[in-house]
């Protein structure tokens, strides 16, 4: 059985950091994207960041222009897992964040409908 399982969110004020990890299990990821998503009430789910790796082609990232320069995004094959670094945390940033992993293509990593498996999310508040 496929899992995901995401912990790191919390409460951190605004200009803060927060590292969140996802743990995959049940299947080696070590070809598919894995991608950070966030969800805030009444709004679409989106792309924070995303990674591709693939033997013949290397990595490929996926940023959301509205966390350029703050976010970063790794992962750790040998570990199956994926990370988020959030640094100069900002109020708007509050919401659940969501790993998601899938064999999504290159052109399609920041849209959520391509990736199969996803974990149950955490939450991450920013106070002012």
């Known amino acids: 059985q496929v899992q995901l399982v995401e912990s790191g969110g919390g409460l951190v004020q605004a200009g803060g950091s927060l590292r969140l990890s996802c743990v995959t299990s049940g299947r080696t990821f070590s070809s598919y994207t894995l991608g950070w998503f966030r969800q805030a009430p009444g709004k679409e789910r989106e792309c924070v960041a995303a990674v591709r790796w693939t033997a013949w082609s290397g990595g490929s990232l996926y940023y959301a222009d509205s966390v350029k320069g703050r976010f970063t995004i790794s992962r750790d094959n040998t570990k199956n897992t994926v990370y988020l670094q959030m640094n100069s945390l900002k109020p708007e940033d509050t919401t659940v964040y969501y790993c998601?992993?899938?064999?999504?293509?290159?052109?399609?990593?920041?849209?959520?409908?391509?990736?199969?498996?996803w974990g149950q999310g955490t939450q991450v508040t920013v106070s002012s």
């Open positions: 998601a992993a899938g064999a999504v293509p290159l052109a399609t990593m920041e849209n959520p409908a391509p990736y199969g498996y």
